[in-house]
């Protein structure tokens, strides 16, 4: 009996280890963080002009993914934000990608009317839940040339009223820039 109290001690211990690492409580950051450096997974959807559109085209390209819906205010609220994007880096030969929830037609509707500049494609939800890229709505994404997934935020803002969104957004396009002079240098 002493015996197999030992071993069975001795089995229990080398098992349970206390942990050393600090806990990270699970959030929109931490999962946003956990992201950075995984692969862009794979995807299809529908354009805005109901034509088949696949992430394979976007291999070898810098995007910029904006998941958004238009019933979203959030959402909405940063479109110019995203449009900035667009004007300063679009000449870039940077894919500039939002992806939604909404049937082609209305994203096309609410396109025209908005003056959003982003490529729209719609997933359904289950597509892009199974993504798992974004963690909520709006989220935004940059990928660089070789795939991989250097950042991701919520919101884009660069005068928000909530200094921490400005913050990220200001460090977002940091990244973005320095995977445009990585790339086009």
């Keep these: 009996m002493k015996v197999f109290l030992f071993l069975f001690i001795l089995f229990y211990s080398s098992f349970s280890k206390a942990q050393n690492a600090p806990v990270k409580w699970a959030s929109q950051e931490t999962f946003f963080e956990e992201l950075t450096g995984k692969q862009l997974p794979d ?17 070898g390209r810098i995007v910029v993914i904006n998941f ?43 396109q025209k009317k908005s003056g959003y500049k982003y490529e729209i494609v719609s997933l359904t939800d289950d597509q892009i839940r199974k993504l798992n890229i974004n963690h909520g709505f709006p989220s935004n994404i940059l990928v660089g040339k070789d795939g991989r997934i250097i950042k991701a935020i919520s919101a884009v803002s660069f005068d928000d009223e909530i200094p921490s969104v400005q913050r990220q957004t200001l460090i977002f396009e940091e990244k973005l820039k320095a995977e445009i002079n990585k790339t086009f240098k």
């Design 43 to 59: 995807f299809k959807g529908i354009s805005t002009n109901n034509k088949p559109f696949s992430s394979s085209i976007l291999k």
């Design 68 to 110: 958004w819906f238009e019933a979203c205010p959030p959402c909405v609220k940063e479109i110019p934000e995203l449009n900035k994007l667009v004007k300063k880096y679009g000449k870039n030969d940077i894919r500039f990608i939002a992806i939604t929830y909404d049937l082609p037609e209305q994203a096309k509707k609410f």
